[in-house]
């Protein structure tokens, strides 16, 4: 079966974007759904469609929702994205302008979900989850294959964590390949650091809510597996604002002419933010996960509070 997703270009990163001289930026944010969720979101419902299922239902904040739409519609496939209340009416317009019913329900994404497994079960559709589930890993895992099939040596992988669906597919390419002992430095902004304080923790803590502007990293709560990953594989968790992560997309736009939502802001600051700690790697590999919650004129209003 053809994936949906798009092998992305491996870039380097322009001279003096990062302290690092020598930093590679896998660019998910030119899948055709705006971020890497196609990878797995797209192997979800592909398999769907091979079971013979005829409509999918999906919640999310945004991204999973509308990878989701375009691989529902690039199968012939009915689809109907939950999203929270809380999401902007930019992000539905472009959902519903893939030709995917929306539908609003509940605060945040906990409750939109538990309608969505409720509306698919009375509909005989099927509920793709948007970062929990052992395929949909599979399919984000794809992202290292391809920069190893380049033949590009890195010394870590940077990616941001929501729910951890992206971070565990990472961490499962780098296995499948031997590289146990690559570590992952996991991103997550203040506010939306449900990875972070469950590993301070020690057991899977619950944020009261969700308090982040970058709402594509606001999973009160990481997968199970995400958890027991960071706690088994070489993980370095770490935390920047939500100002570190617009200016990181601002300087990103301004330098790589490609614009990303602060949710990928939080990954791209990571390098100049924790500076020192992140000084010993010398050819850091960054997913440039993407997102749609972004334009000009958001990019206009991170500048001005610089
Ligand atoms: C979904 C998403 C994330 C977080 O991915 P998880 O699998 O939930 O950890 C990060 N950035 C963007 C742009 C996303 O769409």
Redesign the pocket.
Known sequence: MKPLHLDTPLLRAAPGLFPQAEVWLKMDALQPSG?F?LRGVGRLVQEAAAEGVREIVCASGG??GFAAAYAARALGMAVTIVLPETSSPAVAEKIAARGASVLRHGAAFDEANAFAIALAAERGARHVH??DHPLLWKGHSTLIDEVLAEGVEFDAVIT????????CGIVQGLQRHGLNEVPVIALETLGADSLSRSLQAGEAVTLPAITSIAT??G?RRVAAEALRLAQSHPTLSLTVSDRDATQACVRFADAMRVMV?P??GAALAALSVHEATLARFKRPLIEV???IAVSTAMLATWTMSA
């Open positions: 971020s969720k991204n999973a948007p970062f941001a964590v929501g729910g951890g669906g992206l971070y594509s990293l999973a939502e949710a990928c996960c993407g997102g």
